[in-house]
């Protein structure tokens, strides 16, 4: 928020990028997740562990480690032998790739003895489409594998461990008609037992995933892999979205035969949807979900270079409410950010689709218009200023706020995204002064 009320410049040069408030509500949004996180840098650099990791990790895995390389990152081994883990397997090393990936035979060693870890691994990736970040999700699943071989130790009980197990459960034909299902995974889905068993795996299957286990699944079929590890989308009766990372094994009859197949799924729907409200977060306000500044400067660059181009204009708006202060400071930070919120609201009301509105930071806010005649641009200009003077409703009240605005053309005088930005805010500024006679409430 600008509270200088001499005209300080929040957008020169001489101040610090304001990236890291992004980075600093994504690593704390990842620290208060109910699983264990590391975070790397595009170059390898650890960048974060939560919590939860610290304590499960053990001395095998050092976060903090400031070294240019993920190998230190993990000291682990195959699952049930001496043998280190193969680098180009970990998931953490494959999200650097751009890869997806998840593996359930790594263990690590802790004070108490080894445990066995299933890790995920998937990357961040920035506006450009290029990995900015690399995320590694892992949960100690060592009961989990004392269960799966209790089952292969035990037929006898079998029908417990079914009918008791907190995954979701199914027996299946090989072509993945349900013969047998449990409760958890009835709880799972929505569905009762009965309907289950008039359908396949397959007619649950989210449409976005038709086709993608086709391949996997051939490798049960043929004999080729025993089990199958994968995630994908299903839907639930109600039809939402179910994410599961299930294990299929295959069981196979006197004659080598496929007879049946095991499924063992886990519900990871809420780990799902934290990596996406974790990938917004890198590039977008908490508060409004407009794009922040590490966005816009992205989109600006996009402009600019497109402007070269093919000779089209670019228009910069720079915002800056205000009476937000005295706002904050007579109606209470919630009243502030009801305010926050209806700005950025409004400035969706008068961009286009191929527009871009940010919220920099406190009360500032930038608009970037593309492909716009001058003609346009003036247009554009008084609905924006028409949108802003407008007053608010606050705690029942209404309350004028006012903008000063600050427009910059791509052009002669500005042929970069530091101009455009450095043009636009000192015109906001000659702004705010021209109007500081208005009231600050009304």
């Known amino acids: ?38 975070v790397l840098e595009a170059s390898g650099k650890p960048a974060f562990a939560n919590d939860l990791a610290k304590r499960l990790r053990g001395p095998g895995i050092d976060p903090t480690a400031d070294r240019s390389q993920p190998q230190p990152v993990y000291t682990a081994f195959c699952a049930g032998t001496d043998n280190r883990y193969p680098y180009g397997r970990m998931p953490i090393v494959r999200a650097l790739l751009g890869e997806t990936s998840m593996v359930e035979d790594m263990e690590v060693e802790r004070p ?17 489409g ?22 292969q130790e035990s037929e006898g009980r079998f029908r417990t461990v079914f009918e008791e ?69 299903y839907m639930r009766k109600d039809g939402s979205t179910l994410w599961v990372r299930m294990s299929v094994r295959r069981v196979s009859d006197d004659y080598g035969e496929a007879e ?32 922040n500044r590490r966005l816009m400067l992205d989109r600006l660059g996009q402009a600019v ?50 527009d871009t509105a940010a919220r920099l930071g406190g009360d500032e806010f930038l608009l970037l218009i593309t492909d716009v005649s001058p003609a346009d641009g003036d247009a554009i200009y008084e609905r ?15 309350i004028f706020v006012g903008a000063s605005i600050g427009r910059a053309t791509l052009g002669e005088a500005c042929t970069d995204s530091d101009c455009l930005m450095s043009a636009a805010n000192s015109a906001m500024h000659a702004d705010k002064r021209a109007r500081r006679a208005l009231p600050h409430l009304r």
């Not at 980075?23 to 704390?28: A, K, T």
């Not at 990995?131 to 004392?146: D, E, G, H, L, P």
């Open 305 to 354: 270079a497109r402007a070269r181009r093919y000779e089209h204009n670019a228009i910069l708006f720079a915002i800056d409410l205000d009476n937000f202060k005295s706002v904050n400071d007579e109606l209470g930070y919630a009243a502030g950010d009801t305010l926050l919120v209806e700005t950025a609201r409004r400035l969706h009301t008068v961009a286009r689709d191929t």
């Open 384 to 398: 924006l200023r028409q949108s802003l003077d407008a007053t608010y409703l606050c705690q029942g009240a209404e």
């Open 130 to 151: 290029e990995v900015t970040y690399a995320v590694s999700a892992f949960s100690n699943v060592t009961a989990q594998k004392r269960f799966e071989h209790a089952l």
């Open 112 to 128: 108490d003895g080894r445990i066995q870890l299933q890790v995920w691994g998937a990357p961040i990736r920035g506006d450009n």
């Open 165 to 233: 197990s907190p995954l979701g459960m199914a027996i299946t034909t090989p072509d993945f008609r349900f013969l047998q299902v449990n409760q958890s995974l009835c709880t799972m889905t929505g569905f009762a037992g009965d309907e289950l068993l008039t359908l396949r795996l397959t007619d649950i299957t989210h449409p976005d995933e038709h086709g993608i286990e086709v391949e996997p699944a051939e490798t049960l079929h043929t004999g080729e892999f025993g089990v199958l590890g994968i995630e994908k989308r």
């Open 1 to 38: 928020m600008s509270t200088d009320q001499s005209g300080g410049n929040p957008l020169s040069a001489d101040r610090p990028p304001a990236p890291i408030d992004g980075e600093r509500r994504l690593f704390s949004f990842l620290d208060s997740l109910p699983v264990a996180i590391i």
């Open 260 to 291: 049946y197949f095991l499924a063992t799924m886990q519900d990871v729907t809420e780990q799902h949807m934290a990596q996406e409200q974790a990938q917004f977060l890198v590039y977008h306000d908490g508060l409004t979900g407009l794009p």
